[in-house]
């Protein structure tokens, strides 16, 4: 692991300076402080990292793995009943009910077989997840999400599909290209598609996201440090 000055700082110093980056990125961008929500993404990140982050007030985490999610999460939740776990990896049919029971929110919905599946496990277990369609902006064969001009077809079937609607669009940009365009891209497909929320932004670009109309941002090493594994 290399070390920087900013391994130095406690996880509650970082999380402190990006809460006022990103209260600045939304001013900028004109909006309120609170409309931009900081999910804390903990994969892969040591226990007493995430004891330090719940100890600094953070609340909302996301996992990109479904049973890692619930080692880390399923017995912790009981202690903090307002916590808020967003999974943020791809989902798999078969993992589904798993999923639903456990977390507040799914971001990669992104196609009509998981949904399926979601409703299925909503039915099990009276949990109703809300749902955010993950939209493959760059268009790259290796990246799951839903292609940008299939977007207004896809949340539209969502809707008609899913009692609980869809709460937003959520992206991943290709690593070599300016986020920008791509968040400008979501910002637009959402308008479009009267989607209301903006999963957009990690580590590297959390506060050109949350000027760019972000109301969550996914932020893992910027926060915790480097993943571990
Ligand atoms: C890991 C992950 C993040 C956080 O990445 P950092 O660059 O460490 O902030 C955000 N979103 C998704 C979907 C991820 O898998």
């Known amino acids: 692991m290399t070390h920087t000055p900013a391994d130095s700082r406690t996880i509650a110093e970082r999380r402190s300076a990006i809460l ?3 209260a600045a990125a939304a001013k900028a961008g004109g909006r309120a402080s609170a409309d931009v929500t900081l999910v804390a993404v903990s994969k892969k990140q040591s ?3 995430i004891e330090d982050a719940l100890a600094a007030g ?3 985490f996301g996992e990109n793995r479904v ?3 619930q080692a880390r999460w399923q017995q912790r939740r009981e202690h903090y009943p307002d916590l808020e776990l967003r999974l943020v990896g791809p989902l798999q049919t078969n993992k589904a009910e798993h999923a ?3 977390f507040d929110v799914i971001e990669t919905l992104d196609r009509e077989k998981l949904a399926r599946a979601i409703l299925k496990a909503m039915d099990k277990t009276g949990r109703s997840p809300r749902l955010y369609v993950q939209v493959n902006t760059g268009e790259e064969a290796q990246k799951a999400g839903i292609a940008p001009k299939d977007v207004p077809a896809f949340v539209a079937e969502m809707r008609a599909l899913m009692p609980q609607g869809i709460e937003g669009l959520m992206c991943i940009p ?3 290209e300016p ?3 791509h968040f400008a891209l979501l910002g637009k497909l959402a308008k479009a598609a009267g989607v209301e929320k903006l999963s957009m ?3 590297a670009d959390y506060a050109l996201a949350a000027r760019l109309g972000a109301t969550s941002v996914r932020v893992g090493s910027a926060l915790f440090g480097e993943r571990e594994g």
């Open 67 to 69: 049973q890692e999610a």
């Open 47 to 49: 226990e007493a990292r």
């Open 174 to 176: 290709p690593v070599e």
């Open 58 to 60: 953070q609340r909302v």
């Open 100 to 102: 639903v029971a456990l």
């Open 201 to 203: 932004g990690m580590s």
């Open 20 to 22: 006022e980056e990103l």
């Open 179 to 181: 986020a920008s365009l």
